[in-house]
């Protein structure tokens, strides 16, 4: 999507490719490219870890989650940077809470029982 959108720019743009274009110009495509960088790579990509840094700071006790290695378990204990959860077979481990990636409550239960 964005080849096609800088193909059309460079045909708009006044000139042929023998002058070798003005200097306004290649300011002009070189701003454009920085925005749709900017709307395709780097805003998403902040809003993302908004969302992440929003959900490590809501877990609470009971809360069941997966964490950035593949493990399930549900929270016992919420620390400052710390969580301990508990694994299948009553294991317990402390992990950083930038190890949780996701919320495993909302699973359907079938899914859970695998």
Do not use: C, W
Not at 61 to 90: F, P, Y
């Amino acid at each position: 999507m964005t080849t096609a959108l800088i193909n059309f720019i460079l045909l708009m743009m006044p000139g042929d490719g023998a002058e070798g274009g003005s200097s306004t110009s290649f300011f002009i495509m070189m701003l454009l490219m920085i925005v749709v960088f900017y709307f395709f790579m780097i805003r998403p990509q902040m809003r993302k870890s908004k969302e992440q840094k929003k959900f490590r700071e809501s877990l609470t006790k009971g809360a069941k989650i997966i964490t950035i290695g593949g493990i399930h378990g549900k929270i016992l204990e919420v620390r400052d940077t710390t969580l301990i959860i508990e694994t299948e077979g009553q294991g317990r481990l402390k992990i950083e809470k930038s190890a949780a990636a996701a919320d495993n409550t909302s699973m359907m239960p079938e899914q859970q029982q695998k």
